[in-house]
């Protein structure tokens, strides 16, 4: 089953959305219609679509000194370089794609904005007015627009299992003890 967005589509403007594609809204039909002539010519260009999830490497030139059938490799997809076997792939964008996920998990359940305190354990015992003087002084979004952007951008997260419900809840809650609002 797949989760609903809160908003039509924005192709069709018949069916309701359930995934985002860059920043546009599209119901499963859309999103297939927009996909399919994508992924198609990557499975002609390419044999397959599993070569997006690839990172090939192209061998510039034997490196003896570090072994037998050992090479300088370059990453044809973000330019990292190493010694390395002939045919080796990159590890840094594996690894890349893995600290983005986390770097996203975490700005999404702990947003710089949302840690109001800085540190201060004095934060918590300040009246409303100062805390919102607190937060404007120091640039953090809590009008309504910020904050109901990141509510979205957390439920996309839980939709596609990037965080789960309770986490998202759980940074819901600090925000709003943060604030204020003791039935947060």
């Given at each position: 089953?797949?989760?609903?967005?809160?908003?039509?589509?924005?192709?069709?403007?018949?069916?309701?959305?359930?995934r985002l594609i860059g920043t546009v809204a599209h119901c499963a039909?859309?999103?297939?219609?927009?996909?399919?002539?994508?992924?198609?010519?990557?499975?002609?260009?390419?044999?397959?679509?599993?070569?997006?999830?690839?990172?090939?490497?192209?061998?510039?030139?034997?490196?003896?000194?570090?072994?037998?059938?050992?090479?300088?490799?370059?990453?044809?997809?973000?330019?990292?370089?190493?010694v390395g076997p002939y045919g080796d792939e990159c590890s840094w964008?594996?690894?890349?794609?893995?600290?983005?996920?986390?770097?996203?998990?975490?700005?999404?359940?702990?947003?710089?904005?949302?840690?109001?305190?800085?540190?201060?354990?004095?934060?918590?015992?300040?009246?409303?007015?100062?805390?919102?003087?607190?937060?404007?002084?120091?640039?953090?979004?809590?009008?309504?627009?910020?904050v109901n952007g990141w509510l979205e951008r957390l439920a996309r997260?839980?939709?596609?299992?990037?965080?789960?419900?309770?986490?998202?809840?759980?940074?819901?809650?600090?925000?709003?003890?943060?604030?204020?609002?003791?039935?947060?």
């Amino acid at each position: 089953m797949t989760a609903q967005l809160d908003e039509p589509c924005q192709r069709c403007g018949q069916r309701p959305a359930v995934r985002l594609i860059g920043t546009v809204a599209h119901c499963a039909e859309c999103a297939e219609a927009f996909l399919a002539p994508i992924r198609a010519g990557v499975i002609a260009k390419h044999g397959s679509v599993d070569v997006i999830r690839r990172r090939p490497a192209t061998a510039t030139g034997p490196r003896p000194d570090h072994g037998a059938g050992m090479w300088d490799m370059r990453c044809e997809a973000c330019g990292a370089g190493w010694v390395g076997p002939y045919g080796d792939e990159c590890s840094w964008c594996e690894e890349r794609e893995e600290r983005q996920r986390r770097d996203e998990r975490e700005s999404l359940l702990r947003p710089a904005w949302l840690d109001t305190s800085d540190g201060d354990g004095r934060y918590d015992a300040l009246s409303d007015v100062d805390k919102a003087v607190w937060n404007r002084t120091r640039g953090i979004a809590t009008n309504s627009g910020a904050v109901n952007g990141w509510l979205e951008r957390l439920a996309r997260a839980v939709a596609c299992g990037l965080v789960t419900e309770p986490e998202a809840l759980g940074a819901i809650a600090q925000f709003g003890r943060r604030n204020g609002r003791r039935d947060g």
